[in-house]
């Protein structure tokens, strides 16, 4: 079992940054960024591998950058140019075993508690 915990969330103003932080009890394959606006279903952001490979959905590429640290067991989700759509919570989640797809919830067992992110206009 893969306990995760979150951090870094917030208020920003539209056009700032924030930094997600998710830290990893034990050793997982894939670590991955999920958001769920109200009324929406949970939709994927973006995903690195342990070997460094990254995904990103449309709407975070050029804005967001997903990076890990092996040795810490935590993934970063480095978010810039902030927009209103871009309010949700922010779940992050790991698996320990590859995948022919990341962006789908199906793939993952572990999930954090989420973090809310607040970009207001």
């Known amino acids: 079992q893969v306990q995760l915990v979150e951090s870094g969330g917030g208020l920003v103003q539209a056009g700032g940054s924030l930094r997600l932080s998710c830290a990893a009890s034990g050793r997982t394959y894939v670590m991955g960024w999920f958001r769920q606006a109200p009324g929406k279903e949970r939709e994927f952001v973006a995903a690195v591998t342990g070997s460094s490979m990254t995904y990103y959905d449309d709407s975070a590429k050029g804005r967001f950058t997903i990076s890990r640290d092996n040795a810490k067991n935590t993934v970063y989700l480095q978010m810039n140019s902030l927009k209103p759509e871009d309010t949700a919570v922010y779940y992050c989640?790991?698996?320990?075993?590859?995948?022919?797809?990341?962006?789908?919830?199906?793939?993952?067992?572990?999930w954090g508690q989420g973090t809310q992110v607040t970009v207001s206009s």
């Open positions: 989640a790991a698996d320990q075993r590859y995948s022919s797809t990341y962006s789908s919830t199906l793939v993952y067992d572990y």
